[in-house]
């Protein structure tokens, strides 16, 4: 088995020159001290040569605009953070694209879509990593070893801070292979604030804690997905996902799949894992904040891992599918504060900082999303870090699933999701941390459908269609059926009434007219005529 996904590497490499990514954290394009000082990231797309392919009708360089829309208060600083007011301290005019191009240089197409000029509609359906094929497991691990081990060719990561930089005049930038940058964005949006000297704020995070926790992370998977598309050519790539309701153990951490226990060592990989090889970095956050500098993406060392050996007062157990069905009869998606300590709030609760059996918050407990992080008792129990390990995407795409189920069945309007007083870089309209190109978090909180993908588990069958797209309307139809009885009834009265008034002005004018003609001549003048037309009317 290991010798077949090995080989599928092999060609994997031979095939990579052909292929390009274009999505993630700072473009190369944009990095020279040149954009920095001039606060531009606009690169001219290959197809025209012309500035966000604005020749081709593309997109345009233009202003960024931000919201001014109020932030909650668990944030008190300001102008210390470079990831305030994304990305206003490195860019103020990138690239925005029309219709259905997207990308730093608008050389994409939007999710969903494809072909040269963006317009052929792409759907595609994540499925249970167990129900693949083992041809399509191996494939999907030699993919991921694949991203580990190839620099990304568009993007690179800073390793200083924009001050460190000297306001941009001296860049500071590394190269990141595509898996380690993906790795890294999430340090990034989830890191300290470095105060200067040994000073930190810890009370910050533009992707936890908060309601754009869901949405970021749907954006975040849909960007991985699409760089493993554009790397590979596989653009029928999509990620799978481990559905762990009331599972007993890791069910996925096998040597067949994500990595067994190392015999000699139960915190390492088993040596015959894909896996067990692998570098993590970005794991060191108190080494960072103690020197207040940025994760560099050094390697620290290999993945570690002892699933179900955690803190059992935390973390009891894996959510069961009751957990999650309450989870989903939660009608608010945010709710008081809008942080972990909202009670009764969808997203609180799934993200496992609300109890999954009365909604209330628990800050002593780590449940549903939380639980599996801790339960993995390793690398992917500390939050920058996490995404070192590959169950990170397995797990979340299942949440993202569950996400989705609540979408369709509350049918939420854009309104819902705050659009303002929210945590720091969680407003509706607040740009993603730290994406560039821009997106706003209101713009993913929307079905996935919308987006070009569904899950093989929630594709509609007669009752699914009945049930998310039917029975919404039959709802509607009953909360405003009485307004409707109502107005048939006054209808039918005012029909009625007019009817009978009709009826005897018919009666009564056709009475005046046999009266008329008794009197009148057998013929008129043509005046006569016009008088008596216009006296009817």
Same mark, same amino acid.
């Not at 031979?14 to 190369?28: D, N």
């Not at 964005?185 to 995070?205: A, P, Q, R």
């Not at 990620?239 to 951490?253: G, H, L, Q, T």
């Not at 799934?350 to 800050?363: D, K, M, R, V, Y």
């Given at each position: 088995?290991?010798?077949?996904? +090995?080989?599928?590497? /092999?060609? $994997?490499?031979?095939?990579?020159? !052909?292929?390009?990514?274009?999505?993630?954290?700072?473009?190369?394009?944009?990095?020279?001290?040149?954009?920095?000082?001039?606060?531009?990231?606009?690169?001219?797309?290959?197809?025209?040569?012309?500035?966000?392919?604005?020749?081709?009708?593309?997109?345009?360089?233009?202003?960024?605009?931000?919201?001014?829309?109020?932030?909650?208060?668990?944030?008190?600083?300001?102008?210390?953070?470079? +990831?305030? !007011?994304?990305?206003?301290?490195?860019?103020? +005019?990138?690239?925005?694209?029309?219709?259905?191009?997207?990308?730093?240089?608008?050389?994409?197409?939007?999710?969903?879509?494809?072909? &040269?000029?963006?317009?052929?509609?792409?759907?595609?359906?994540?499925?249970?990593?167990?129900?693949?094929?083992?041809?399509?497991?191996?494939?999907?691990?030699? =993919?991921?070893?694949?991203?580990?081990?190839?620099?990304?060719?568009?993007?690179?990561?800073?390793?200083?801070?924009?001050?460190?930089?000297?306001?941009?005049?001296?860049?500071?930038?590394?190269?990141?292979?595509? =898996?380690? $940058?993906?790795?890294?964005?999430?340090?990034?949006?989830?890191?300290?604030?470095?105060?200067?000297?040994?000073?930190?704020?810890?009370?910050?995070?533009?992707?936890?804690? /908060?309601?754009?926790?869901?949405?970021?992370? @749907?954006?975040?998977?849909?960007?991985?997905?699409?760089?493993?598309?554009?790397?590979?050519?596989?653009?029928?790539?999509?990620?799978?996902?481990?559905?762990?309701?009331?599972?007993?153990?890791?069910?996925?951490?096998?040597?067949?799949?994500?990595?067994?226990?190392?015999?000699?060592?139960?915190?390492?990989?088993?040596?015959?894992?894909?896996?067990?090889?692998?570098?993590?970095?970005?794991?060191?956050?108190?080494? =960072?904040?103690?020197?207040?500098?940025?994760?560099?993406?050094?390697?620290?060392?290999?993945?570690?891992?002892? &699933?179900?050996?955690?803190?059992?007062?935390?973390?009891? @157990? $894996?959510?069961?599918?009751?957990?999650?069905?309450?989870?989903?009869?939660?009608?608010?998606?945010?709710?008081?504060?809008?942080?972990?300590?909202?009670?009764?709030?969808?997203?609180?609760?799934?993200?496992?900082?609300? !109890?999954?059996?009365?909604?209330?918050?628990?800050?002593?407990?780590?449940?549903? *999303?939380?639980? $599996?992080?801790?339960?993995?008792?390793?690398?992917?129990?500390?939050?920058?870090?996490?995404?070192?390990?590959?169950?990170?995407?397995?797990?979340?795409?299942?949440?993202?699933?569950?996400?989705?189920?609540?979408?369709?069945?509350?049918?939420?309007?854009?309104?819902?999701?705050?659009?303002? %007083?929210?945590?720091?870089?969680? %407003?509706?309209?607040?740009?993603?941390?730290?994406?560039?190109?821009?997106?706003?978090?209101?713009?993913?909180?929307?079905?996935?459908?919308?987006?070009?993908?569904?899950?093989?588990?929630?594709?509609?069958?007669?009752?699914?269609?009945?049930?998310?797209?039917?029975?919404?309307?039959?709802?509607?139809?009953?909360?405003?059926?009485?307004?409707?009885?109502?107005?048939?009834?006054?209808?039918?009265?005012?029909?009625?009434?007019?009817?009978?008034?009709?009826?005897?002005?018919?009666?009564?004018?056709?009475?005046?007219?046999?009266?008329?003609?008794?009197?009148?001549?057998?013929?008129?003048?043509?005046?006569?005529? *016009?008088?008596? =037309?216009?006296?009817?009317?």
């Amino acid at each position: 088995m290991r010798t077949r996904g +090995r080989m599928l590497l /092999a060609v $994997l490499y031979c095939l990579l020159g !052909s292929f390009q990514t274009s999505e993630g954290q700072f473009p190369r394009a944009c990095v020279s001290s040149k954009n920095l000082m001039e606060k531009e990231c606009c690169p001219p797309w290959k197809g025209d040569g012309s500035p966000c392919g604005q020749l081709s009708g593309r997109g345009s360089c233009q202003d960024i605009v931000l919201s001014n829309a109020p932030v909650g208060p668990q944030f008190p600083f300001t102008g210390v953070d470079d +990831r305030e !007011s994304w990305p206003s301290v490195f860019y103020n +005019r990138t690239c925005q694209c029309s219709g259905n191009f997207m990308g730093f240089d608008c050389g994409n197409c939007k999710f969903g879509f494809r072909g &040269p000029k963006c317009t052929e509609r792409h759907f595609l359906v994540r499925r249970s990593i167990f129900d693949l094929s083992v041809p399509e497991k191996d494939k999907f691990l030699a =993919y991921l070893s694949l991203s580990k081990h190839t620099i990304s060719p568009h993007y690179v990561i800073p390793t200083g801070t924009y001050g460190q930089m000297n306001n941009g005049s001296t860049p500071m930038f590394n190269d990141i292979s595509t =898996y380690d $940058l993906f790795v890294w964005i999430h340090y990034y949006v989830s890191m300290d604030t470095l105060l200067g000297g040994t000073e930190i704020w810890k009370d910050i995070d533009f992707a936890h804690e /908060a309601p754009g926790f869901l949405p970021w992370h @749907r954006f975040f998977l849909l960007l991985w997905e699409k760089e493993i598309q554009e790397l590979t050519g596989d653009e029928n790539f999509t990620i799978p996902y481990w559905d762990w309701r009331d599972a007993k153990s890791c069910e996925v951490c096998t040597d067949g799949y994500m990595g067994g226990r190392n015999p000699a060592n139960p915190n390492l990989l088993s040596p015959a894992s894909f896996f067990s090889s692998w570098q993590i970095v970005c794991s060191r956050l108190e080494e =960072y904040n103690q020197r207040q500098v940025l994760c560099d993406g050094t390697p620290e060392g290999p993945l570690q891992r002892n &699933p179900g050996n955690q803190d059992t007062d935390r973390t009891q @157990r $894996l959510p069961s599918s009751a957990d999650v069905e309450f989870c989903l009869s939660l009608t608010q998606y945010e709710s008081g504060p809008m942080d972990k300590t909202a009670n009764y709030s969808f997203r609180n609760t799934l993200e496992g900082f609300a !109890s999954p059996l009365t909604g209330i918050s628990n800050s002593s407990q780590s449940t549903m *999303h939380n639980a $599996l992080h801790i339960y993995m008792n390793g690398t992917m129990s500390q939050v920058q870090g996490s995404a070192n390990d590959p169950i990170f995407l397995l797990h979340h795409t299942f949440v993202d699933s569950i996400f989705e189920q609540w979408l369709r069945k509350h049918h939420p309007l854009l309104g819902v999701y705050p659009e303002a %007083n929210a945590p720091i870089g969680h %407003n509706r309209d607040s740009y993603m941390v730290p994406f560039i190109p821009l997106y706003r978090i209101g713009d993913f909180f929307i079905l996935s459908r919308d987006l070009g993908y569904d899950y093989s588990y929630l594709q509609d069958s007669d009752l699914d269609f009945f049930q998310y797209y039917i029975k919404p309307y039959l709802e509607q139809a009953r909360r405003i059926w009485p307004w409707l009885t109502g107005a048939a009834l006054v209808g039918s009265v005012l029909t009625a009434v007019l009817g009978g008034l009709i009826s005897l002005l018919c009666r009564r004018r056709r009475k005046r007219k046999q009266l008329s003609e008794e009197r009148q001549p057998l013929l008129m003048e043509k005046e006569d005529y *016009h008088s008596m =037309y216009q006296s009817h009317l």
